[in-house]
């Protein structure tokens, strides 16, 4: 490979503050993270040390509120932290994004009480989350999930299976989306779960092409009793905190799909710089230099796509139509982006001693994960065009 180091990102931030926290991510990242990343996902090796690091250094709680142990950092900041841990590894970005996600709807909709008793450890104790909404027969259906929740007095009783849930069965926490009256989303409510609760148990992890480092797995609950007081919002409200929590998420695969899209590009340039064919570098031959302006443009695109989105949703404004661009447009892009590297490379490119292989592969999920590109396609259209059947 080449001597030739990757230039940093030129990147828009804020404050002074901002640039600290982005200089001292991108040296974890490259110290913790990046030089074990490909043996790991290899073995299919969870990284929870670094997750631990992470929340010490203050990172797992960094759009929330400062009281509770966050780090009180507009999204436009946050999103960039995701793309340069996911440029490191997609396990470690993708894994903050879902534990963010699975922190939002106590953060959003929490009572005054839950936020002070639960967000401190969730934040920055160490703790690791998961979010659980899909099931086997209802994963873009989710408003046809089955997992039911019984009122017993003043506690609920779960039960039921999630399916394809990230850090399913290692996690510390669940936010579970169960079933408490009618058929549909209005009857439909959010709980809190520890991840120690007695009938709670995670199947195997699913046997997956990447992210292989990333447990994915079904989520039982057999029984499962949790409090009253664990029931984050009003009872029905919990497919509305779902959706607000995806809008949020969504941002969060974007950012990882851009730091995904970045790293192949790097590789790409580092290795025709010094492939050299007919006496110069490959990286002088028009063809080639083209497929690199391109991959370079899709990325600064999408990157300005997602942080254009970020800004809306700190100013308080609608941003809905924007994550979903920014979802489809950002995970598309990593996909071409990707195997437009793996075409550079050549052989080398197809071979697991160049990491181009595995961006190619990790960057497939990120099409699928909180709501398939086809999906996104439909979220968009209603903005534009109104809803259908009108």
Not at 323 to 335: G, N, Q, V, Y
Not at 357 to 371: C, D, H, S, T, W
Request: with cysteine.
């Amino acid at each position: 490979m080449s001597d030739r180091d990757p230039q940093p990102v030129e990147r828009q931030l804020p404050t002074e503050e901002a640039r600290d926290l982005l200089a001292l991510v991108r040296e974890i990242a490259q110290r913790e993270i990046a030089p074990n990343a490909a043996e790991e996902e290899d073995a299919g090796r969870f990284p929870r040390e670094v997750f631990t690091l992470l929340s010490e250094s203050g990172l797992l709680g960094l759009p929330y509120g400062s009281e509770y142990g966050g780090g009180d950092q507009p999204y436009e900041v946050y999103l960039q932290v995701l793309e340069e841990l996911a440029a490191a590894r997609l396990t470690v970005g993708l894994g903050v994004s879902v534990h963010t996600l699975a922190s939002y709807g106590l953060a959003a909709y929490g009572t005054k009480q839950q936020q002070v008793e639960h967000l401190p450890a969730m934040l920055g104790g160490g703790l690791l989350g998961a979010y659980c909404l899909s099931e086997p027969a209802s994963g873009s259906d989710a408003a046809s999930l089955r997992t039911k929740a019984v009122r017993e007095g003043d506690h609920w009783v779960l039960d039921g299976t999630k399916a394809w849930i990230t850090h399913g069965g290692i996690a510390d926490f669940y936010t579970v989306m169960a079933r408490t009256g009618e058929d549909g989303p209005r009857g439909i409510t959010a709980f809190l779960v520890p991840g120690d609760a007695e009938g709670l148990s995670g199947a195997a992890p699913e046997k997956k092409m990447g992210m292989k480092g990333s447990p994915t797995a079904q989520v039982h609950f057999d029984g499962v009793r949790v409090s009253d007081d664990r029931r984050l919002g009003e009872e029905g409200q919990g497919f509305a905190i779902a959706l607000s929590a995806l809008d949020s998420g969504r941002l969060g695969i974007a950012a990882c799909a851009i730091g995904v899209a970045q790293a192949a590009l790097d590789a790409a340039v580092a290795y025709a710089t010094d492939r050299r064919q007919f006496g110069r570098p490959i990286s002088d031959f028009q063809g080639l230099r083209f497929m690199i302006a391109d991959m370079a443009t899709q990325i600064e695109a999408g990157r300005a796509l997602y942080l254009a989105a970020a800004r809306l949703r700190d100013a308080g404004r609608p941003f809905a139509k924007q994550a979903a661009m920014a979802k489809l447009h950002c995970t598309d892009a990593a996909m071409k982006v990707t195997t437009d590297a793996v075409q550079i490379l050549g052989g080398y490119g197809y071979t697991a001693d160049f990491p181009v292989e595995r961006f190619m592969r990790e960057a497939k999920v990120l099409q699928i994960v909180e709501g398939t590109n086809q999906i996104q396609r439909m979220v968009i259209a209603r903005h534009v065009a109104g809803p259908e059947g009108r």
